[in-house]
């Protein structure tokens, strides 16, 4: 009883964030503050942005005999950056919206607090699926967009240099 009850509850959660609730993003305001977003690699941070942050989001059609929510990074991205967006309206990245943050302030301070604690923690995620499946596959061609990072789960450190 308790793993159908279980079940259950997961199939709450799931179906919440696809079709419920959860898939409905809260109204734009000022760009957000923190732009952390979890399992992003460099170039998702460099390349993805609030309109195409979220391709291929939603869990495939059909039942799972463990439902799960799927997409979680690609979900929290759409919450985080779709604050994110130019005066007329076109999406940033998470490092232009920080750009952008950092101009907070100027226009009517000289002395605008801009940015005051800046951290950013990128790499690990670039080479985590080599830990996660332990095979290697180095960074090749393609390594750079993002239809083709996904053959790689090692960068190599020259293509770090270069990005």
Known sequence: MALFHLRHRLAEAEHWWDQGPGSVLPPRGAINHNLGIYGWDLRDALSRNAD???????????????????????????????????SQGAP???????????QEGADTDPDGDGIETLIVLLGANNALGSVIK???HWSGEGYDTLD???????????????E
């Open 52 to 86: 195409n942050a979220q391709e291929g989001l939603g869990s495939p059609a059909g039942h799972h005999l463990v439902p799960l929510v799927r997409n979680a990074d690609r979900i929290s991205a759409g919450r985080v950056l779709d604050s994110a967006r130019t």
């Open 92 to 102: 940033m990245t998470p490092f232009e919206a920080a750009a952008a943050l950092s």
């Open 134 to 136: 332990l095979e290697v």
């Open 148 to 162: 083709g990072k996904g053959k790689y789960n090692v960068w190599q450190p020259q293509h770090f240099e270069h």
